[in-house]
């Protein structure tokens, strides 16, 4: 893990992906002033000081569009200090922070103020996405336009999702003239009502509340009617868990009802199921919950059929006392930014399911280009934010070992194959 400045160096001898470019070769990458000098094949001349990393995989700095920070007012759980930590040591040089925090980020002041916190304390790039509704209550919606002006990649509903069809119509009207997606959290409450894990099997042996995994889609479906009165309607969906959902999004893109219609994962939801509930209990507590194998597999096809073009983690730190309140009042979510990189690998790229160069563009240019970050590409001129990668270190999930403050991951103790062998993170005085 380094921080580089104006120093020239070049990487040697790795094999680049920069799914941006469509290059998948062995090259050279060289380095200066904090930016991609540019890439070559093996053997040419040499730009500073030269890093051997041969038989490592050298790719973009990794870009995570979904994770929670927790500053300001949960500083317990999470800070940009040590949520930021974390992503480099999970191989992110770029992350967006969700604003359901205490205040919630919903104002330009507040992003103002935070954006001055992360200009001190982060490691990685940080950008912050602005709150749907003022003071996240759902009342009112926020002024999009100020946000947009004060730096926000886009807005979103993350953890406070809206219910009502007028709302969604208003919110994707707001955006309408923008290129930016409403980044979707979708959750219809009459249905989800206040179950805790999936309702299945496991919440019937359990008897805990259940959540039908029907809430996600018909939160689709309000967006969808919401969509019809709106041009330029352009949708991100968060963390999508149901199969049913996969099965809508592809009907709804048939039927051009949304001029971008766009889905992330996260690993868990294609590596567990709510099985994994019974044996780390509220550390498998998850909104929206771990659903069942049918689901699972449907998120996995869509993923190796590209209707899911992004992987986000979803880092959502709690407390170790926070998730042994047990399943019925743990607060719901997972960390990852320390495990994303070696559970896709692992579950993704050794499965033979998905090639290093999609994961890669999952994690890189997909989320990158969805929201307009100057991120994602070993193009000359761009960022020197690489990410290199031993795609067959083998190594065991160990919570004490992270950088986040948080320990909640039902991933503990799982065998994976693939780890970030080192993180550069360009600093500049001006981005792109
Ligand atoms: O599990 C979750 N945790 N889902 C969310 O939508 C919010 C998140 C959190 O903030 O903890």
């Not at 700095?61 to 317990?76: A, C, M, S, T, Y």
């Not at 990410?387 to 909640?408: E, L, M």
Request: aromatic share 4%; hydrophobic share 40%.
């Amino acid at each position: 893990m380094q921080q580089q400045n104006a120093q020239a160096f070049t990487l040697t001898g790795g094999r680049v992906i920069d799914p941006a470019s469509g290059r998948d070769e062995l090259a050279d990458v060289a380095v200066e002033g904090g930016r991609i000098a540019r890439v070559r094949p093996p053997g040419a001349p040499l730009l500073g000081e030269e890093v051997s990393v041969a038989g490592l995989v050298v790719c973009p700095g990794l870009v995570d569009i979904h994770v929670h920070l927790r500053q300001p007012g949960f500083e317990h759980k999470e800070t940009i200090a040590t949520g930021t930590r974390a992503a480099i040591a999970g191989g992110f040089t770029t992350v967006c922070c969700m604003p359901n925090t205490n205040p919630p980020l919903d104002r330009p002041q507040r992003i103002a103020q935070l954006q001055q916190t992360i200009a001190q304390q982060a490691w990685c790039h940080v950008y912050v996405l602005g709150a749907a509704t003022v003071d996240d209550r759902r009342e009112e919606l926020t002024d999009f336009a100020a946000l947009l002006e004060a730096g926000c990649p886009s807005i979103t509903d993350d953890a406070a999702p809206l219910q009502s069809t007028e709302q969604m119509q208003e919110a994707l009207q707001k955006l309408a003239g923008t290129s930016r997606p409403f980044m979707a959290h979708l959750e219809d409450e009459e249905l989800s009502g206040d179950g805790v894990i999936n309702a299945g099997a496991v919440s019937r042996q359990l008897q805990v509340p259940g959540q039908d995994s029907r809430s996600e889609v018909a939160a689709l479906r309000r967006w969808a009617q919401a969509a019809t009165s709106v041009e330029q309607a352009r949708l991100h969906l968060l963390h999508v868990s149901a199969a049913e959902t996969v099965a809508e999004v592809r009907a709804l893109r048939a039927s051009n009802i949304f001029s971008q219609l766009s889905m992330e994962t996260a690993p868990h939801y294609f590596c567990l199921t709510e099985e994994a509930v019974l044996e780390s209990g509220a550390d498998a507590k998850v909104n929206p919950p771990l659903r069942t194998e049918h689901d699972r597999r449907a998120i996995l096809q869509a993923l190796v059929d590209g209707d899911i073009q992004i992987i986000a983690t979803d880092h959502a730190p709690h407390t170790p006392q926070e998730k042994a309140q047990g399943l019925i009042d743990a607060p719901p979510g997972l960390v990852g930014l320390e495990i994303c990189l070696g559970v896709a690998l692992t579950h993704l790229f050794h499965t033979r399911l998905l090639s290093l160069r999609d994961i890669i563009a999952k994690m890189t240019y997909n989320p990158a280009n969805l929201l307009g970050l100057p991120a994602g590409t070993l193009n000359s001129g761009a960022p020197a934010d690489i990410t290199i990668i031993d795609p067959h270190k083998q190594w065991v999930v160990d919570p004490n070992r992270f950088y986040s403050k948080g320990r909640n991951t039902p991933f503990a103790g799982h065998k994976l194959t693939g780890q970030v062998w080192g993180t550069i993170k360009a600093t500049l005085k001006q981005r792109l």
